[in-house]
């Protein structure tokens, strides 16, 4: 499996081509949540002062998500980000500060961040939680931030996700954890709720 992200520390993080020109720097993600995979992103200009770009870059012209860049082969594979986030909302807008609840209708908590598979998979494999206090029980002041995988399926509903009971049976507290807790397949997890 490639390497577990947090979608908001993509945020600044340069993108560069192949040939090593600094082109622009990440604002947010763009993801499907329903179809749980990165779309693209949108972009900033690389000076200190300089603001949103009108370009944005779509996934389909990544050529990897590292740890420290995101690689691109060519600056001209840049898109009307206006275009790109038509169907899909930057993460900021649409998902952080959703709410998670089971198919059963119980609350998992709140979303503060999505965990996303970088190199060439850009998949969305789960989500950093502000558990409820059902869900792990302690004072509201002190709750536990939770790793919890998507599911096999993922339903989206305004502004709540809808997970499977399943998926909600195993959490990580840590991004390490929940690197193995998934084991590289979506879906399928070791471990057991903490």
Same mark, same amino acid.
């Given at each position: 499996?490639?390497?577990?992200?947090?979608?908001?520390?993509?945020?600044?993080?340069? =993108?560069? #081509?192949?040939? $090593?020109?600094? *082109?622009?720097? @990440?604002? /947010?993600? %763009?993801?499907?949540?329903?179809?749980?995979?990165?779309?693209?992103?949108?972009?900033?200009?690389?000076?200190?002062?300089?603001?949103?770009?009108?370009?944005?870059?779509?996934?389909?012209?990544?050529?990897?998500?590292?740890?420290?860049?995101?690689?691109?082969?060519?600056?001209?594979?840049?898109?009307?980000?206006?275009?790109?986030?038509?169907?899909?909302?930057?993460?900021?807008?649409?998902?952080?500060?959703?709410? =998670?609840? #089971?198919?059963? $209708?119980?609350? *998992?908590?709140? @979303?503060? /961040?999505? %965990?996303?598979?970088?190199?060439?998979?850009?998949?969305?494999?789960?989500?950093?939680?502000?558990?409820?206090?059902?869900?792990?029980?302690?004072?509201?002041?002190?709750?536990?931030?939770?790793?919890?995988?998507?599911?096999?399926?993922?339903?989206?509903?305004?502004?709540?996700?809808?997970?499977?009971?399943?998926?909600?049976?195993?959490?990580?507290?840590?991004?390490?954890?929940?690197?193995?807790?998934?084991?590289? =397949?979506?879906?399928?997890?070791?471990?057991?709720?903490?």
């Amino acid at each position: 499996m490639n390497e577990l992200m947090a979608a908001r520390s993509i945020t600044t993080r340069p =993108v560069v #081509t192949l040939g $090593g020109d600094a *082109v622009a720097h @990440v604002k /947010d993600t %763009v993801c499907d949540a329903a179809a749980a995979r990165v779309t693209g992103f949108t972009l900033t200009g690389r000076g200190l002062l300089s603001g949103p770009l009108k370009d944005g870059l779509p996934w389909s012209a990544v050529h990897a998500l590292g740890h420290d860049a995101v690689m691109i082969r060519d600056p001209r594979a840049l898109v009307n980000a206006a275009a790109m986030t038509a169907r899909q909302q930057p993460l900021r807008a649409r998902l952080l500060g959703a709410r =998670v609840l #089971t198919e059963a $209708g119980s609350e *998992v908590g709140t @979303v503060l /961040d999505v %965990v996303v598979e970088g190199g060439t998979g850009g998949r969305v494999l789960g989500f950093r939680v502000a558990a409820s206090r059902r869900f792990v029980p302690g004072q509201t002041r002190h709750r536990r931030r939770v790793y919890v995988p998507r599911g096999g399926t993922l339903t989206v509903s305004g502004r709540d996700l809808v997970l499977p009971e399943d998926a909600v049976r195993h959490v990580a507290d840590d991004l390490p954890g929940f690197g193995s807790l998934v084991g590289g =397949v979506p879906g399928q997890w070791r471990g057991s709720l903490s």
